[in-house]
């Protein structure tokens, strides 16, 4: 998310200075910019934005023409345009324009002008992280990250929250208020953050954990949405009190980006979005008369009953036993006085999508899998500061626009028309567990120019659960690198495993097999191919030879591996397979 800071956040870091007044040379030797020729040029930096080519090698790519429209269109014009018709009250319109306006005042503090020089230092860097600091609430577990040290945790961050906002948290989460506030003073650093060991609603004591992270990110996006929309709101009350001012040279009214949307929600399955909304909903301080049910009405009634006697492990029904469909794609408004689903993209503050339903919206594909005849539609990514979860649509985000949507040029922060947008976005990354390609996106694309800010935790492996002992034989392979492994992967089990397969005189390895209720009966020699990216299906796996003699577990992996092994083997025990001469090790 791009920033303002809540109030009783800790000081902006040293180094971080008021934002000065932007000049530009005039054509015409140094010194400032004449206004007419400012105004000009952010006329034309805001409209002819399609025109303008990106700088060579940037990552914005290519410009793709667009067309307004949304899924789901529910809002009037006279709903749309609410907040700039409400005329404030004597009081709050002295408040808002005699004040000092705290709200930009902490926004100027953090939010600083990066350089050029800046922006190719944050591309061309490798990711160090200086420092660490314990997770309190984590078990075993630290966050390292880049940039100025976070000294501890953050002390009362919710005394920044304003207002109806603050009120409603302590009234609704009560006692489980505190529980929320590390993660939430986290998320409120406007830090990149990766954390991987989240434990899932679907696994035996994680609904408590999960719905605590759920509780912190929510309102982390509720806090900065509401901030945001406070700031454009005085700033429209200042120009309502006195409409030839011009702002050309005042900063405090660029406070806007080029489109409203400014949170991103990436989300697999429907049913998991339901429960996200419906919480964002219950933490929200506006009317909630009926609409949860309205919600439900237009997005599906949940059906999360789990199947009284279902032959699956417990976690795949909690997990499945909802609406598993992977595509959707919706905004929520918020005014004043209401919060709004399925709103108008280009009105929304918030979008809620799949990966799926966002790529067939960004490559222009409609419900039927073609390629319509109308233009390509997402501009409205362009002033994301937020998403949680994947890579699909990374790229697209914070893009050049390709036209105006209603936007006041006038107002555009300065990050926007100076292409480093991606450079103030804050992406959160939550999953159970991590896994390379999720380091690939951490290090390579997530460049906030605040600093990032990662989990590491100490494993301690699932062996102890395997019911009996069994040899397990881990036969390292040589890859040299992620796009190839997994073709050495192959060639070292059709070279060197298959051949003792036919060999053997072993007429049960593992591919003669008797399959009831997700067991396998009558193998007594298990060939793990790839281990699996949850530790909690090793055990299930090996524990299915149980019934069978001679018993002997196989496992292939490679230095590449270090991930899955740390899960299942321990963190220690899993350096020591990465990094010794040796290339079979036996556990029992």
Not at 2 to 27: F, I, L, V
Not at 107 to 133: D, G, H, P, Y
Not at 171 to 181: C, I
Not at 517 to 538: D, M, N, V
Request: aromatic share 10%.
């Amino acid at each position: 998310m791009g920033k303002p800071k809540p109030a009783s956040a800790t000081a902006a870091p040293r180094g971080h200075k008021r934002r000065p007044k932007r000049t530009r040379p005039s054509g015409k030797g140094g010194g400032p910019e004449p206004r007419e020729e400012k105004r000009k040029r952010r006329e034309l930096d805001g409209v002819g934005l399609a025109e303008e080519a990106p700088p060579p090698g940037s990552s914005l790519g290519k410009i793709l023409s667009t067309e307004s429209g949304a899924i789901g269109l529910e809002q009037s014009d006279e709903d749309d345009m609410e907040d700039e018709h409400t005329v404030p009250g004597d009081d709050e319109t002295n408040d808002m324009i005699n004040n000092k306006d705290d709200a930009f005042d902490e926004m100027e503090a953090s939010c600083r002008i990066i350089t050029n020089e800046e922006v190719n230092a944050l591309l061309k860097q490798k990711c160090k992280f200086k420092w660490e600091v314990p997770a309190e609430d984590i078990p075993k577990s630290k966050w390292v990250g880049t940039g100025e040290k976070m000294e501890g945790a953050y002390v009362d961050l919710i005394g920044g929250v304003k207002g109806k906002l603050r009120d409603h948290w302590q009234n609704t989460l009560s006692d489980q208020l505190n529980s929320r506030l590390n993660f939430f003073s986290l998320c409120s650093s406007y830090r990149d953050i990766m954390h991987c060991n989240k434990k899932p609603f679907y696994l035996k004591g994680g609904s408590a954990v999960d719905s605590s992270t759920m509780d912190s990110y929510l309102m982390h996006a509720l806090n900065h949405i509401n901030r945001t929309r406070e700031i454009v709101v005085k700033n429209d009350a200042k120009l309502r009190s006195d409409p030839s001012k011009d702002i050309l040279d005042d900063n405090s009214f660029l406070d806007q980006g080029f489109t409203r949307p400014k949170v991103l929600f990436l989300l697999p399955l429907k049913s998991i979005a339901r429960r996200v909304v419906k919480r964002l909903i219950q933490l929200s301080p506006l009317s909630q008369k009926d609409i949860i049910a309205k919600f439900e009405g237009k997005f599906g009634e949940s059906d999360d009953e789990v199947e009284e006697q279902s032959n699956k492990p417990a976690d795949f029904d909690l997990l499945f036993a909802g609406d598993t469909d992977d595509e959707f794609l919706f905004g929520i408004k918020y005014t004043k006085k209401s919060m709004n689903l399925f709103s108008n993209f280009y009105s929304s503050d918030i979008i809620v999508a799949s990966p799926l339903a966002l790529i067939k919206k960004i490559n222009g594909v409609d419900d039927n899998g073609k390629e319509p005849a109308k233009e390509r539609d997402f501009d409205f990514l362009s002033s994301i500061e937020s998403w949680s979860h994947l890579y699909a649509v990374f790229e697209q985000l914070n893009q050049l626009p390709s036209k105006e949507h209603g936007t006041n040029v006038m107002r555009i922060r300065p990050w926007y028309l100076d292409q480093h947008a991606r450079y103030y976005r804050q992406t959160i990354l939550l999953s159970s567990y991590l896994t390379p390609e999720m380091n690939a996106l951490f290090n390579g694309l997530c460049l906030n120019y605040e600093g990032k800010v990662k989990l590491v935790t100490e494993f301690k492996g699932v062996l102890s659960k395997i019911q009996f002992e069994a040899p397990q034989v881990y036969e390292r392979f040589d890859a040299s690198s992620i796009t190839e492994v997994d073709d050495a992967r192959f060639d070292h089990f059709c070279k060197k495993v298959y051949p003792k397969i036919q060999e053997s005189d072993e007429d049960n390895i593992a591919t003669r097999y008797i399959t009831c209720k997700t067991l396998i009966r009558g193998a007594h020699h298990l060939i793990i191919y790839s281990l699996p990216g949850r530790k909690e299906f090793y055990p299930e796996l090996v524990n299915m030879l149980s019934e069978s003699e001679n018993r002997k577990c196989t496992v292939f992996f490679s230095r590449l591996d270090l991930l899955k092994l740390e899960r299942i083997v321990g963190t220690f025990a899993a350096q020591r397979l990465v990094s010794s001469d040796k290339s079979i090790f036996v556990f029992r």
